[in-house]
């Protein structure tokens, strides 16, 4: 990777205090050698591409404006982020990208000193880099606090929560929209370079600031005057909205112009109080494949670059997503009723074709998951039978939307979390560890968890015809390869809920499995003759095979990809509790701890839910059982 004849001045720099010392001149080829390095790294490891690719030449401005990490740099997101890797020490570390003990794909505070603020769910930068403005503030540190946004993050309404706070601030802050979105048309040109440059320099921040304090004794001149001005700028930037909201607003300028976005930054430098700079970038710029399929490109695993990805539909075994999808073409024909939210995640949820057959029942609310929760709670009140289809990490931001305007009011609407329980090279941020043990305790809550494809069909029916709300939580990738029954029946006829499923009678040891963990189960038992039951529903619970299976076996176990703390394994030991049961128990789920980025059965025997790892533990806990008074020895 480090080849010197193709790299010979990124390979020079190993901190952006080496990039400082450049000349200007010589910016545009540390450019063109870091999109390269990134093209190269991420066809070897996979990884968020079009992002990273987009934002090169703001990258390489603004660590050669700023003097980070003094200066706060505090980035949305992280998909953007490699370059900011690349130039902040970690070039060689780019081979271990979202490997087993490797660099994060994300900001990670404990990685580095230029991470200033860990991130991996979106629309947080601005919150962030305005508590670090205002803590540097109040100690007398002079710092600059820079937060860059996407287009997308800027969709949701903590973004906006903190623009209005920090309009409403005298906090010397930078927020730059990176807006991949837009096409650089012809206002992103030479007149809107010289005008940011012009609108963000001196000369004119004396005379706006100057002229404020002269008219500021003589209001309603002073209220003309900044009429006047908002009127002049509108008519050549769109930033009104940003004005209003109490930030002095630059651009739109070309952020692949790098000497335009350089003169610009230093302007904002020596600038007071809240700044807004709109620059438009292009994902995936410099590669072309990713450039007109930027979507594609947003996640890639390992590939030839000089031939791109193979973009053709998988022949394999469906993914979880897949059957969702499926299931949703399948029931709108069905059920005229239906209708789908998602936010911002049609393709990874499987919603691709639904979108394209559906248009006018498919709602994508961009990255604002409370919205998209109580818009479904608003659905459903209508009449209509909502589902939302989310990622478990994701659910988390709608939690209170889900408890006060979902549960409480008992309204009908399915959730379809998808990616629940670990999620491999995403790590931590992106881990669904927590939805099983958040959702058991809200009253009027069905809960579900499929064990396979056909399974999770049938559920997702289940779920829609239930008077009330329910989820679905199921994992990422695919399950055992069952095929599904795609039939009027299995779109009209629901589990019985709370019924649990003995899939295997054995010996002394019962495993109660739930979902995605029933193969695991199945594999054990076969080695130590145990019982097997696929619980299917953690909500409500089958409390009666839980009683009968822990008074006929010596040994109770269960196992789910969930936080054990208040997981499944607990809604057990309540039952045996509630009714008096003095049972061994063995409770084995996901450890304690934020887990780290790895492939998922590197994270699952992490917890030690691989078939070996399972075994031993029953075999140390029912060791000392067993040397007791063994009752069906």
Same mark, same amino acid.
């Given at each position: ?252 300028? %070309? ?123 608003? =659905? ?21 939307? =889900? ?22 090279? %995403? ?94 189960? =199945? ?77 998922? %059965? ?23 059982? =067993? ?7």
């Amino acid at each position: 990777m480090d080849d010197p004849q193709r790299f010979p001045l990124l390979l020079t720099i190993d901190s952006p205090a080496d990039l400082r010392r450049l000349p200007v001149e010589q910016l545009q080829t540390v450019a063109d050698e870091l999109r390269d390095y990134i093209i190269a790294s991420v066809s070897r490891t996979g990884g968020h591409l079009s992002a990273s690719l987009g934002t090169v030449e703001l990258t390489v401005a603004l660590h050669y404006v700023f003097n980070t990490p003094i200066d706060h740099l505090v980035w949305d997101v992280g998909h953007q982020s490699y370059g900011h890797k690349i130039l902040t020490g970690r070039r060689r570390e780019m081979a271990t990208l979202r490997k087993r003990g490797g660099i994060s794909g994300f900001l990670k505070r404990s990685e580095s000193a230029f991470d200033v603020f860990g991130a991996g769910h979106s629309s947080t930068s601005i919150s962030a880099a305005l508590g670090l403005a205002i803590a540097a503030q109040q100690r007398g540190e002079k710092r600059q606090s820079i937060a860059v946004i996407g287009d997308g993050a800027m969709t949701a309404g903590m973004a906006f929560e903190a623009l209005n706070h920090a309009g409403n601030s005298e906090s010397d802050l930078l927020v730059i929209l990176n807006d991949n979105e837009m096409s650089i048309s012809r206002n992103v040109g030479g007149m809107s370079s010289y005008l940011a440059k012009l609108l963000s320099g001196r000369l004119y921040a004396t005379v706006r600031e100057g002229g404020k304090k002269m008219l500021s004794v003589v209001p309603p001149v002073r209220e003309l005057a900044r009429r006047a001005e908002e009127h002049v700028k509108g008519m050549v930037t769109p930033g009104t909205l940003f004005e209003e909201l109490g930030f002095n607003y630059i651009g739109p300028i %070309d952020g692949h112009d790098l000497d335009t976005l350089v003169v610009t930054l230093r302007n904002l430098q020596s600038l007071k109080g809240p700044q807004f700079l709109h620059v438009v970038t292009r994902k995936g710029k410099g590669y072309r494949p990713a450039e007109e399929n930027p979507c594609a490109y947003h996640g890639v695993s390992a590939f030839d670059p000089a031939v791109g990805l193979h973009l053709v539909p998988s022949k394999g075994k469906p993914s979880y997503s897949q059957i969702f999808g499926d299931w949703l073409c399948d029931m709108a024909a069905a059920d005229p009723a239906m209708v789908a939210i998602t936010p911002a995640m049609c393709e990874g949820s499987g919603m691709v074709e639904f979108a394209q057959r559906y248009p006018e029942r498919f709602f994508d609310v961009g990255i604002a998951e409370q919205h998209a929760v109580t818009l479904a709670g608003g =659905l459903a009140c209508g009449g209509l039978h909502p589902v939302v289809a989310i990622y478990s990490t994701f659910l988390q931001r709608a939690y209170d939307q =889900l408890v006060h305007d979902i549960a409480l009011q008992n309204l009908p609407v399915l959730f379809a979390i998808d990616r629940a329980g670990v999620t491999g090279p %995403d790590g931590a941020t992106h881990a669904g560890a927590f939805d099983l043990s958040f959702l058991r305790c809200i009253p009027n809550m069905l809960i579900m968890a499929p064990s396979d494809e056909d399974e999770c069909y049938r559920m997702l029916t289940t779920g829609l015809r239930h008077d009330g709300p329910s989820a679905v939580r199921y994992p990422r990738g695919g399950g055992p390869g069952r095929a599904v029954e795609r039939s009027t029946a299995a779109l009209t006829t629901s589990l019985p809920i709370g019924r649990a499923e003995v899939r295997r009678k054995g010996q002394r040891v019962s495993i109660l499995a739930f979902g995605s963990a029933l193969g695991t189960a =199945l594999e054990v038992a076969a080695r130590i003759d145990a019982s097997v039951v696929n619980m299917r529903f953690v909500k409500p619970l089958d409390a009666q095979t839980v009683l009968q299976q822990a008074t006929t076996h010596e040994l109770l176990v269960t196992i789910e990809d969930n936080a054990v703390m208040g997981g499944a394994g607990s809604a057990v030991n309540e039952c045996l509790a509630a009714h008096g049961v003095d049972a061994a128990i063995l409770n084995l789920g996901l450890l304690d701890v934020f887990g780290e980025h790895g492939s998922r %059965d590197e994270l699952l025997a992490d917890s030690g839910l691989d078939p070996d790892a399972i075994e031993s533990a029953i075999a140390r806990r029912l060791a000392p059982i =067993l040397a007791k008074t063994p009752r069906l020895a």
